[in-house]
């Protein structure tokens, strides 16, 4: 984003909304693809593991939500950045590393949540809904490597300490607190 700030500063409060723009482009061909083709049943959330799956579907919408109570929504969408401009450094995450609510426990609460939700979505996998949901996976784990990187540049050392002693996706069950 810097460089686009820099060589195209008129056209940078637009910046995050193509980003997200394009994003979700990408996913159309996937998207596509699934619905294309459909097959028999190679695994399936059954008996059981309905349970499982209800318990993640749970995991992922309360990972969301905190997600939403700690994230500026305006900005993330990149509505906010028509009225202020672009650049991270003026952003609400650039002056200070947030660590509070579910980012104490949590680096990424809703690519944890997305992660969830692509396995636990449907009751039933055939040989496209697994496909996708494997490339999925890898457009998330992707996204939130390249994350990594811009909060590394940001707030360099403070975010080195964070990321020891905070998991990336999901909670680090503790289990001291289920004895009190």
């Not at 947030?98 to 039933?124: F, K, Q």
Request: hydrophobic share 50%; aromatic share 14%.
């Amino acid at each position: 984003m810097a460089v686009f700030s820099r060589h195209l500063p008129r056209a940078c409060p637009y910046y995050r909304l193509a980003y997200n723009g394009l994003a979700a482009a990408t996913l159309l061909p996937l998207l596509f693809f699934k619905h294309s083709l459909a097959g028999e049943v190679l695994l399936a959330w059954a008996g059981p593991l309905a349970l499982v799956r209800w318990g993640l579907l749970l995991a992922a919408a309360w990972l969301a939500w905190a997600g939403a109570r700690e994230y500026d929504l305006g900005w993330v969408s990149g509505l906010a950045q028509l009225r202020s401009g672009c650049t991270y450094a003026s952003g609400p995450y650039a002056a200070e590393l947030r660590t509070t609510g579910i980012l104490r426990h949590v680096r990424h609460p809703w690519y944890g949540s997305a992660l969830l939700l692509l396995w636990a979505h449907t009751r039933e996998f055939d040989a496209a809904n697994l496909v996708t949901s494997a490339v999925l996976t890898l457009y998330v784990l992707v996204g939130a490597r390249l994350e990594e990187q811009k909060l590394i540049r940001v707030h360099g050392q403070e975010y080195h300490e964070y990321r020891a002693r905070t998991p990336m996706f999901f909670p680090r069950p503790r289990f001291k607190d289920l004895l009190r």
